[in-house]
């Protein structure tokens, strides 16, 4: 009985089942379609790996679980992202194996861009309802009809879709790909170089395809050129050399490894060297499609970069793009997006073999002719244009010495045929003879040891946005005054030699004038008085400096200040000698416009004259600078550090706008209370004030500073450095004080748009607050668990005990004292040093704590840390150097993670006034418990 019900259930099921409809259509037809279907749901899939791959099994894994192949409901987009050869296609054709069978319609079009190009949209519709639906000879005349098909016949279908090569479609909604038609538990992927049209496509997420780690890099490349796992005897260095060639890219060790499968040892030396001197055509031509498919600012970027500044601070590749009129904001973003460049902890970094692509554009078809390029990246180009008789090619040139071997010095009039240059950056290149001319369509200009004691005089470089000149040779710039109009940063520091700086009156748009440690200048020239742009003056150490001009006092435009060692400047009076004589600057434009051809609009500029009514009201305030400093009400950093400062007058409470102060190495007792006025300070620093006994209450802050470029391209300072103040009187209550104002910048970072990533404590003290883990010595592990499954982490707090003693064993040594923090992250250590000046001022003997706080973001950044699952089994290490005379010891260290509500329990009035301990929670460990071993 059992057996007829079970075939009585088999029949019913096979009557149930639905068949092909072979009524008034041809046999072999519909046969043929039979066997189609059956053959795709029969076919094969990839139930393994393949063998000849390598290094998937992670990012397959990976793949599976932002699709979230398990049964979900939710219709899922997800993006495949990365740089050409990097194995995007391979990963998307393991993953469809793997996959594919849990969907009822699928397809996998392995090039969009080619069938979008020879038959437009229509005909990337048409191959993805045919592969869906099995289905041929579609009738689709405009879109129109193919969305109505696809969501009939979708919307109920549980559909797997993969597109990959989709890196030109200008318009997403075209293809119709959209969620809403898709039955439920559908999955598409779309695989592309940019990672804008998969935003653009309104991707779920996007995957970043890595390159491979050294492991997997060298077991491809052992496969394709020796049919084996293991490197074959003789060919170890040559292995590792071409592996170091390639950079880790799949498609350049695949390619390679096949070209020298079978060849002798002395082959692949030849071929190693011809490699460094023709890249692989297989592998550029992949590399130049997401090149040709940038506009043409964004290539000029590109080679810009390919040649010049792969591995330079980002901050910097953007000012020198900017003034060479490239637009890099926007120009940048896209080649990161096409995966061209990429962000390495604020610096660019490009692929060597798409930095061998950029030069190899450059070159064109005369590799051997220097003089026919665009751009000069070694020396020995520089040296070989002395045989050239046309160098009007030439438009931007970057040498640094200090990257290549000794050379000999090359005929500075090597330059002076240059007329088309645009960009020059010079770093300690040797020259002989004298320079006669430089180009005039100079953008950026930076010349480290500049040999020659003037510019040309025949320079007149209209189109100069920045000017730096640093460690150089030069006693003045020029003779007289000359009109750029569109210089805006002047940089000479480190110039022993100069005696004078120029006539501002000239350089109507200036922003920047940093002369630090010119020490034989002795004055500035009142013109500064009249850059109503001016936002940045630096002058640390000019320590002959004798005085500055009145008339800086009515600069609203300046921000930053930095007269930091020119103690002699607050011990004169401010210099009264404005400019009154108008005629002077129409002379000197006239003068301008009369040595060159000048457009006209520049012209109607230049004639314009200026207004100078907006400092008379300071014409006759002759008094000294310290008292006058209110009148800076629009500064935003300022520094008057080691300027032997016996008091801080009242006046510096007026500076509303303060974010950042300075006045270490002075020798005033106390602060004046009005500092608790500057409600916008997150950075104050007072370090090495010896006299200090007395610590004023904070001020409260009230908002967070907006960020800005910094400076000197260097991270923010936010924090509080109160650093060999030996004579403090109450050490608890500033221990107290200090706390609770870095929980109140804790709260307001939490509560900002613009947060705080990173905030540095020093004070006097010899135990680590006990809401710390810590440990006596050097290193400490980090325990994880605590925020594995707590996603209202903000951040982590790092906190060492560390003293200064004296040492004569070294007094031969010739490097700088510091301490550090840092974690071993494959394959760096990467390391925070403490802010503070360790020399021969430390009080030896004297204990202090530093306090680092990184945001959660920081944290994972700046130590190259993948996510929360990696913290598990970091060790956290603390460094210290000695310099002469001095060893550094760190006693003990100490991490903790912060969390949201440790903050929202805050009472920052009642810690403030009262300094009381504040306890929160059953444990006692909180981070409100805020003095040590209480």
Not at 524 to 541: C, D, E, F, M, T
Not at 708 to 728: D, H, M, Q, V, W
């Amino acid at each position: 009985m059992e057996e007829a019900q079970r075939w009585r259930e088999a029949l019913t099921e096979v009557a149930n089942l639905s068949g092909w409809d072979v009524r008034n259509k041809s046999q072999h037809i519909v046969i043929e379609k039979i066997v189609q279907e059956i053959l795709s749901i029969l076919s094969p899939n990839f139930s393994s790996i393949p063998n000849d791959l390598v290094g998937v099994e992670s990012p397959l894994e990976e793949l599976q679980q932002l699709l979230l192949c398990d049964p979900v409901d939710d219709v899922r987009i997800v993006g495949i992202c990365g740089m050409g050869g990097i194995g995007k296609t391979t990963l998307a054709t393991v993953l469809y194996g793997i996959i594919s069978h849990q969907y009822n319609a699928r397809c996998f079009i392995d090039d969009v861009n080619k069938i979008y190009r020879d038959c437009g949209t229509i005909g990337v519709v048409k191959q993805l309802l045919h592969q869906t639906l099995n289905e041929e000879n579609l009738q689709i005349h405009n879109l129109y009809n193919a969305a109505n098909l696809m969501r009939r016949r979708f919307r109920c279908v549980k559909t797997l879709i993969v597109l990959d090569h989709v890196d030109e479609v200008k318009e997403r909604e075209k293809l119709v790909v959209n969620r809403e038609w898709l039955g439920e538990g559908s999955r598409v992927i779309i695989i592309s170089r940019d990672k804008h049209i998969l935003k653009e496509f309104g991707v779920t997420t996007v995957y970043d395809v890595q390159l491979l780690n050294d492991a997997n890099s060298l077991k491809l490349f052992c496969k394709k050129a020796f049919n084996s796992d293991e490197i074959v005897g003789g060919y170890k260095v040559l292995t590792h050399a071409v592996l170091q060639y390639a950079k880790s890219l799949p498609l350049a060790i695949k390619v390679l490894g096949s070209f020298l499968f079978g060849r002798r040892v002395s082959e692949w030396r030849s071929a190693l060297v011809r490699l460094k001197e023709n890249p692989n055509k297989d592998i550029l031509d992949v590399l130049q499609i997401s090149y040709d498919g940038l506009d043409d600012l964004e290539k000029q970027i590109f080679l810009d970069i390919a040649c010049f500044f792969s591995g330079y601070e980002e901050l910097y590749v953007k000012k020198v793009l900017d003034c060479r009129g490239f637009h890099p904001e926007i120009g940048i973003r896209v080649l990161l997006d096409k995966s061209l460049v990429n962000n390495f902890h604020g610096f660019i970094k490009m692929h060597d073999l798409l930095k061998a692509l950029g030069r190899k554009i450059v070159q064109g078809n005369s590799p051997k002719e220097p003089a026919k390029w665009s751009r000069l990246w070694l020396y020995e180009h520089l040296f070989s244009m002395s045989k050239a008789k046309e160098t009007a090619n030439t438009e931007a040139i970057v040498l640094d010495m200090l990257r290549e071997i000794e050379v000999l010095a090359t005929d500075a009039e090597e330059l002076s045929k240059m007329s088309n240059l645009r960009l020059l950056i010079l770093h300690d290149v040797k020259f002989m003879g004298n320079l006669s001319f430089l180009s005039n369509k100079l953008q950026f200009l930076e010349w480290s040891h500049y040999p020659f004691s003037y510019l040309p005089s025949s320079f007149q470089p209209n189109s100069l946005v920045e000017l730096i000149l640093p460690h150089d040779n030069i006693k003045q710039l020029w003779k007289g005054t000359k009109y750029l109009p569109n210089l805006r940063a002047l940089d000479l520091r480190d110039c022993k030699n100069l005696i004078k700086i120029p006539d501002f009156t000239g350089l109507p748009n200036l922003e920047w004038i940093i002369l630090d440690r010119c020490t034989k200048l002795v004055c500035i020239h009142p013109s500064v008085g009249l850059l109503r742009k001016l936002a940045l003056l630096s002058l640390q150490n000019c320590i002959n400096l004798v005085s500055l001009p009145s008339n800086i006092l009515g600069l609203n435009s300046l921000e930053y200040l930095n007269i930091s060692g020119c103690s002699r400047v607050f011990s004169n009076h401010l210099l009264d000698k404005p400019i009154h004589d108008h005629s002077k600057i129409l002379d000197i434009r006239e003068n301008s416009m009369q040595s060159q051809s000048t457009s006209s609009s520049i012209i109607k500029k230049l004639i314009v004259p200026f207004n100078f009514s907006y400092y008379r009201g300071f014409r006759n305030s002759r008094g000294c600078l310290l008292h006058s400093l209110h009148n800076f009400f629009c500064m935003h950093d300022l520094n008057i550090s080691f300027c032997n400062l016996a008091q801080i007058p009242d006046a510096i409470g007026s500076m509303h706008s303060l974010e950042t102060l300075n006045l270490g190495g002075n020798h005033f007792v106390t602060l004046p209370s009005s500092i608790n006025k500057l409600s916008k300070l997150v950075h104050l620093n007072l370090e090495h004030c010896k006299q200090l006994r007395f610590f004023p209450e904070m001020p409260s802050p009230t908002a967070l500073p907006v960020t800005r470029e910094t400076y000197s391209f260097g991270r923010y300072e936010r924090g509080l450095l109160i650093f060999n103040c030996p004579k403090i009187v109450d050490i608890e209550g500033c221990q107290r004080m200090t706390f609770a104002w870095f929980l109140q910048i804790l709260r307001l970072s939490k509560e900002s748009r613009t947060p705080i990533n990173l905030i540095d404590i020093v004070l006097p003290g010899n135990q680590i607050p006990r809401w710390f883990n810590q440990s006596l010595g050097t290193s400490i592990s980090l325990d994880p668990s605590p925020i594995m499954h707590d996603n209202n982490w903000m951040g982590i707090a790092f906190s060492l005990v560390f003293v200064a003693y004296e040492n004569q064993s070294n007094l031969d040594l010739d490097l700088g004292s510091y301490v550090g923090i840092g974690f071993h992250t494959n394959p760096f250590f990467s390391s925070i040093e403490m802010p503070v000046l360790l020399t021969d001022l430390v009080t030896v003997g004297m204990h202090h704590l530093w306090l680092l706080f990184l945001t959660r973001e920081e944290f994972f950044s700046y130590f190259q840390i993948e996510g929360t699952l990696y913290v598990n089994g970091m060790e956290m290490h603390t460094t210290a150097g000695d310099s002469q005379g001095l060893h550094i010891e760190v006693i003990s260290c100490g991490y903790q993670w912060v969390f949201e509500k440790d903050l929202d329990n805050l009472n920052p009035t009642k810690i403030r006034k009262e300094h009381i301990n504040t306890h929160f929670g059953d444990e006692g460990n909180s981070i409100l418990s805020l003095v040590d071993g209480h």
